[in-house]
């Protein structure tokens, strides 16, 4: 099982950016798969969340800015960032559990500039 980010980049405040998560070896609707960030001197923090059914969970600073979504086809799971903040600016993961430990994907730097 692994996971790929990838999307990150450089974008002013107001931007919006892709990122990507491409899963391999398994099948990403039959795992829960998240985003977190960590953004510079601060701890890791969930993002958004996708359940095996569909559901989706934000945390506040990101509800209404942001999207999850998911291809079962590409084996994928995005993240849509909207009206990007300055404080939006971190390292994202992806990430999921796979027989009780938590896998983590490579981070993709994000950087939003005001």
């Known amino acids: 099982l692994q996971l790929q980010a990838s999307g990150g980049g450089t974008v002013q405040a107001g931007g919006s950016l892709r990122l990507s998560c491409a899963a391999s070896?398994?099948?990403?609707?039959?795992?829960?798969i998240a985003w977190y960030r960590q953004p510079p001197g601060k701890e890791r923090e969930l993002v958004a969340s996708?359940?095996?059914?569909?559901?989706?969970t934000y945390t506040d600073p990101v509800k209404g800015r942001f999207i999850i979504s998911r291809s079962n086809f590409e084996d994928a799971v995005y993240l849509q960032m909207n009206s990007l903040k300055p404080e939006d600016t971190a390292v994202y993961y992806c990430?999921?559990?796979?027989?009780?430990?938590?896998?983590w994907g490579q981070g993709t730097l994000v950087t939003v500039s005001s």
């Open positions: 990430s999921t559990v796979d027989r009780g430990r938590r896998r």
């Open positions: 070896g398994f099948a990403v609707d039959d795992y829960a």
């Open positions: 996708i359940t095996s059914d569909g559901g989706t």
